[in-house]
């Protein structure tokens, strides 16, 4: 079984760039993706299969994966990026999905 | 444009029942493995059960299996999750969501309902 490990909160400035990290043991021939998700809605899936962008999601929205950490960076970071911020991957013998806990981004 | 709507959420005593549905619309619903994640509140996304297009095969979590079922109703595009012996601790705001597949063992969730709110109290 697979541990994703997050930090519960990243703070930037608006037009600064967020990066997200999320780490885990064994994971390195895994695929990571993200999902924004705001309070209230549905979530959005920004990133796929590590680095790959869903069509509709700005280019400023990018995903990275070197070693056993998946990275996320949003670059010139809006007021409306403000939202929790998840990395997920499949757990293939477990048949399901294994979520990281969560990152809170803040736009100060 | 594909969308997921939850329903079906209440207030309800431990030890109830309660019957969540998902109806989806702008895609071929049976083409698709169904979830169910559930976010408890404060907590992170959880993910609770799914359930592959033609409805034989299913998961469970290991805090669910034996109380919830997950099912659905391809002719009407929906997916349900019938959820009894409720706890404390099923308190959530659950959101159905479909499964996408990039090769391999990799899989993501590529849409999201808005989730509906499981409220389990005394």
């Known amino acids: 079984s697979f541990v994703l490990t997050q930090p519960p909160s990243v703070s930037v400035a608006p037009g600064k760039t967020a990066i997200i990290t999320c780490g885990g043991e064994n994971i390195e021939s895994q695929s990571v993706h993200w999902h924004q998700h705001k309070p209230g809605q549905a979530p959005v899936l920004v990133v796929y299969?590590?680095?790959h962008r869903p069509s509709g999601i700005p280019e400023r929205f990018s995903g990275s994966f070197s070693g056993n950490t998946a990275t996320l960076t949003i670059t010139r970071v809006e007021a409306g990026d403000e939202a929790d911020y998840y990395c997920?991957?499949?757990?293939?013998?477990?048949?399901?999905?294994?979520f990281g806990g969560g990152t809170q981004l803040t736009v100060l | 444009e594909d969308q997921l709507v939850d329903s079906g959420g209440s207030v309800v005593r431990p030890g109830g029942s309660l019957r969540l549905s998902c109806a989806a619309s702008g895609f071929q619903f049976n083409r698709y493995d169904m979830h169910w994640v559930r976010q408890v509140p404060g907590k992170g996304l959880d993910w609770v059960s799914g359930i592959n297009g033609n409805g034989i095969a299913r998961s469970y979590g290991d805090s669910v299996r034996g109380r919830f079922t997950i099912s659905r109703d391809n002719a009407k595009q929906s997916l349900f999750l019938d959820m009894t012996s409720l706890r404390l601790e099923d308190t959530a705001a659950y959101h159905c969501?479909?499964?996408?597949?990039?090769?391999?063992?990799?899989?993501?969730?590529?849409?999201w309902g808005q989730g509906t709110l499981v409220t389990v109290s005394p």
């Open positions: 997920q991957l499949w757990d293939g013998a477990g048949g399901r999905a294994i």
């Open positions: 969501a479909r499964l996408k597949s990039c090769g391999g063992s990799c899989y993501y969730f590529d849409l």
């Open positions: 299969d590590d680095d």
